[in-house]
């Protein structure tokens, strides 16, 4: 099974997440292929990219078994910049991408949410930080986005706290840009279709003069994110974070 789909329909791209038993919780393998969707997107003459996840969640961020794995220095370094490519390559892409969120979008699912020019969820769609509770930080360019989108304090504040906002909180707080009461992917490709009459090219002009500017620092970023993470995986709270999750109960931390 492809854990990552992409279809090609009336100049739009779709880059669909499709491991949904999983709740699309992205594994080594998965990140793989997507970084190879991204690429492939990248290079044909769609100007519109439609981010979405198959089954009842955008995705519920990394893989807890990939981070048993992460112990590995090597492997760490090498998913680190997997997701690196992936956020970077999506970021300075010529074109308007869109991210569709029906259900959860949480840890790196909420990173490659955020890295879109717009975003369409369900008002039932859940948006979360949520690395606190493994005693981690965010990752994927997620401290870049949030503070694009919610400035550097409520970034702080929305990240330690470990919640997850949907519906009018998230559109309030600037995590969501369309709200449908229907499935966002249908909303997403009525959103793209009226992009395609517009002049899309100026505002194609126009994404690439801010991102252009910004790409030194969302790669700066995203490399001291890696080495953050590292540092912090080291700890006795990611440990217990991390056996807390697996045991499906409240993590003890000891600020260690």
């Known amino acids: 099974m492809e854990l990552v789909i992409v279809e090609r329909k009336d100049n739009i791209s779709y880059i669909h997440l499709n491991r949904p038993k999983s709740y699309n919780a992205l594994n080594i393998q998965m990140l793989k292929e997507l970084y190879d969707a991204v690429r492939q ?66 840890g790196l699912g909420l990173s490659v949410v955020l890295v879109a020019d717009y975003i369409v969820a369900h008002e039932e769609a859940k948006f979360g930080v949520l690395f606190i509770g493994v005693g981690l930080v965010p990752d994927g360019g997620g401290h870049f986005f949030l503070q694009e989108r919610l400035g550097t304090h409520a970034a702080k504040q929305f990240t330690w706290s470990g919640k997850q906002v949907k519906g009018e909180d998230a559109v309030r707080k600037g995590l969501v840009d369309e709200l449908t009461e229907h499935d966002a992917l249908d909303a997403a490709r009525s959103l793209a279709q009226r992009l395609q009459q517009s002049p899309i090219k100026a505002m194609i002009g126009s994404k690439m003069i801010y991102h252009e500017e910004a790409g030194d620092r969302l790669h700066h970023f995203l490399q001291v994110e890696t080495n953050t993470q590292w540092q912090l995986r080291q700890t006795e709270d990611h440990q217990e974070g991390v056996n807390a999750f697996i045991e499906k109960r409240t993590p003890k931390f000891k600020g260690k």
């Not at 590995?72 to 997997?82: A, L, R, S």
């Open 41 to 106: 997107v990248a290079a044909n003459d769609d100007e519109i990219v439609i981010l979405h996840g198959n089954g009842n969640a955008f995705s519920a961020g990394g893989d807890m078994q990939m981070l048993k794995e992460f112990s590995e220095k090597g492997i760490y370094d090498d998913v680190m910049n997997t997701i690196k490519d992936i956020i970077y390559t999506l970021y300075k892409m010529p074109k308007i991408v869109i991210s569709a969120v029906n259900g959860a979008a949480a």
